[in-house]
């Protein structure tokens, strides 16, 4: 579990802003790095201004460990804000 405040109230979520909650699934010595990567992805994404990782947690079953995460994401609110290929 991480040490990061949990903004998951939903009275906290500005407008603008997403709340995404997911499972990574795959071999357990990969499941942070998974994680990282499609954080850097969205981080990087024309689409999205922040992207924060506010809960991890690993869920052990029978066949399986995955990794449960919650991100707040900021979405870019302006047209302007929004660069296009030519």
Do not use: C, M
């Not at 991480?2 to 939903?10: L, Q």
């Not at 795959?26 to 850097?40: F, P, W």
Request: charged letters at 25%; zero cysteines.
């Amino acid at each position: 579990s991480s040490n990061r405040p949990n903004r998951s109230n939903k009275s906290e979520i500005a407008q603008g802003t997403l709340l995404l909650k997911g499972v990574v699934t795959g071999e357990r010595t990969d499941l942070e790095t998974s994680l990282t990567i499609y954080v850097a992805r969205l981080d990087h994404s024309r689409l999205f201004r922040k992207v924060d990782v506010t809960s991890t947690e690993l869920i052990k079953s029978t066949n399986a460990t995955n990794l449960v995460f919650t991100l707040v994401v900021e979405t870019r609110g302006e047209s302007n804000d929004i660069i296009t290929k030519k």
